[in-house]
């Protein structure tokens, strides 16, 4: 008795969630696709052009290249 109350009852919670969509084959997900820039201040010597400003130069007090607001 208790094991067809357990199962009636994962039946219907399965039945009640959500499918999932399918993903469209050759088309990569989103998260994938979105590319984050570095904000100001971010170290930037191994990818000048992903600061958001598009600003990477080099900061001689510290010997390293950040990204710059201007």
Request: net charge negative; hydrophobic share 55%.
């Given at each position: 008795?208790?094991?067809?109350?357990?199962?009636?009852?994962?039946?219907?919670?399965?039945?009640?969630?959500?499918?999932?969509?399918?993903?469209?084959?050759?088309?990569?997900?989103?998260?994938?696709?979105?590319?984050?820039?570095?904000p100001n201040g971010a170290d930037c010597i191994r990818t000048p052009n992903d600061c958001c400003s598009k600003s990477c130069y080099m900061d001689k007090g510290q010997a390293t290249y950040r990204c710059y607001p201007w």
């Open positions: 008795m208790k094991f067809s109350i357990i199962l009636t009852t994962f039946i219907a919670a399965a039945l009640a969630a959500p499918a999932a969509e399918p993903q469209p084959e050759g088309q990569p997900a989103l998260e994938i696709l979105e590319k984050r820039c570095l």
